[in-house]
């Protein structure tokens, strides 16, 4: 053999070595990747709950008042019973009563309840006075019983200016209930 074929035989044998080395390296690569790789199922649930939900049966209801010289306050209580301060006089003839409300929604289901800061209620002729102090039972949230129902009343304080005139006074309040 001459020298010519020789080193043509010695380069076509390196490049064999080095071609089988990256096609080795490269089976190997491919082998230690696939051996990483784990695959696996789980399940992927949902819960539909029935919605919550809020019926009012009356709203709050202050009675027949007196006023005076003097500003007051009338207040009534989730129980029904009214209180009066200043130049205030309930008329005890007639009653008053909370706000009341039916809940329903998912037996045993916990909830919260949000109540107004304060609601302006106005007369046929313009003139208004502040609802404020909301506060309900249960308090800030509640239980639905085994049925999914539960009895919620809401309590107020009414201001009333020094002689505030004559009329019929009406305004809307909203109670929010969601789950938590």
């Known amino acids: 053999m001459t020298e010519d074929t020789t080193n043509k035989l010695l380069t076509q044998s390196k490049i064999a070595i080095i071609l089988s080395s990256i096609m080795l390296s490269m089976l190997f690569t491919w082998h230690i990747q696939d051996v990483h790789a784990a695959t696996t199922t789980t399940t992927v649930e949902a819960n539909i709950v ?5 019926v009012a049966q009356n709203g709050v209801v202050f009675g027949d008042i007196s006023t005076s010289s003097i500003a007051g306050t009338v207040s009534i209580d989730t129980s029904g019973s009214r209180t009066a301060t200043g130049g205030v006089t309930i008329n005890t ?13 998912v037996p045993n289901g916990l909830y919260d309840i949000t109540l107004p ?11 208004s006075m502040t ?15 085994a049925g999914g129902t539960e009895n919620l009343s809401v309590a ?9 005139p004559f009329g019929a006074y009406s305004g809307l309040m909203t109670t929010t209930v969601e789950y938590n």
Do not use: H, K, Y
């Open 93 to 105: 003839s007639t009653t008053g009563s909370p706000a009341n409300f039916e809940v329903s929604g």
């Open 156 to 164: 107020a304080r009414l201001n009333v200016g020094s002689f505030q």
């Open 50 to 54: 029935s919605s919550i939900n809020i």
């Open 117 to 127: 800061l304060s609601v302006v209620i106005t007369s046929a002729a313009g003139d």
């Open 131 to 145: 609802v404020d102090n909301f506060n309900s039972s249960p308090n800030s949230n509640g239980q639905l019983d």
